[in-house]
């Protein structure tokens, strides 16, 4: 059993290897095409992923009615399956191919400017349009550091290590050495990318309202601009469905820069949700961004370190 179990690993990891190599040389149209086909079937036939989009979406947006939420739920899955048959494209398309579907890029300046005055900047990078668009941009137009948790399936690793750092980006991992990475980047005036919606372990951030209603929020972005000074700006690579992207970076909210690690959470919240308002049916619905709660939390043996907004 324990040898079987990473030749089902190998098997499958070339099984989607091999898949991305196809459609790396696809047009977007056509990988469009595709995800309007799987956006539907994942609907019917996924209820994990529908249950899961639609009570995110019916908690953000109560307004809507139930017409209009299925249309969202629809729209959201299927810009999902876009991105996930765009990743060959990110990765492995040839790089003159991936920088020309980038259509427009606004904000630009923001970024820029920071540099100029020898400042670093952390880019937050929710999980909307294509992400991984966002991060060949960054990393063939400014020194850039991320961090990178190797997939699950480790026999991936090397090739998405090689598709996230071919335009010459800096991968690190998601540990005190990678935050130190991070630091020294921010130092030297470069650009680092975090992942802001993502919820963090236990200890490792605090309840802030996202949409109105409390979500565990990471605490890394307080701790690195109150040792750095950076500039935070919100970066999103928006899908102009089967024609390419638009790249659009935001002033974050400006209580991302308060030293109160609940204060600055609470802005790094409004400021993905600035991006989201760009087109909402392009945020990945289907993550548990609710999934820890501040009720879990008194129970937990270090809710004294778990502050509430």
Not at 25 to 42: D, E, F, Y
Not at 145 to 161: F, G, Q, S
Not at 241 to 247: L, M, S, T, V, W
Request: with cysteine.
């Amino acid at each position: 059993m324990a040898k079987s179990e990473p030749r089902s690993n190998a098997f499958q990891a070339r099984a989607i290897a091999l898949l991305w190599r196809s459609l790396a040389g696809r047009r977007l149209s056509t990988l469009w095409r595709l995800a309007r086909l799987i956006g539907p079937l994942v609907e019917r036939l996924s209820r994990r992923e529908r249950h899961i989009t639609r009570a995110n979406l019916v908690e953000v947006y109560p307004s809507r009615s139930p017409s209009e939420c299925s249309q969202l739920v629809r729209q959201s899955l299927t810009h999902s399956a876009a991105t996930m048959l765009e990743l060959g494209f990110a990765w492995m398309g040839d790089p003159e191919r991936v920088e020309s579907s980038i259509l427009e890029v606004h904000g630009r300046e923001l970024l820029d400017d920071a540099r100029a005055e020898r400042r670093g900047v952390i880019v937050l990078a929710p999980h909307f349009g294509n992400w991984e668009v966002l991060n060949f941009w960054l990393s063939g137009h400014f020194p850039f550091t991320a961090m990178y948790e190797p997939p699950k399936l480790a026999p991936l690793d090397p090739i998405i290590r090689q598709g996230r750092e071919r335009r010459g980006g800096n991968l690190v991992p998601t540990n005190p050495r990678g935050v130190a990475a991070l630091l020294k980047a921010l130092k030297r005036s470069e650009a680092v990318g975090i992942l802001p919606d993502q919820e963090p372990d236990w200890g490792s951030g605090v309840f802030a309202p996202f949409f109105g209603r409390l979500a565990y929020t990471a605490t890394l972005l307080p701790k690195l601009v109150a040792r750095t000074q950076a500039r935070v700006v919100t970066g999103v690579a928006l899908r102009l469905p089967g024609r390419g992207y638009a790249i659009h970076f935001l002033a974050a909210d400006a209580r991302v820069y308060d030293p109160d690690e609940t204060t600055s959470a609470s802005g790094v919240n409004a400021s993905v949700e600035s991006a989201i308002a760009l087109d909402p049916a392009q945020y990945q619905w289907e993550y548990k961004r609710y999934r820890k709660t501040p009720e879990e939390a008194e129970g937990h043996p270090d809710f004294k370190r778990f502050r509430i907004y």
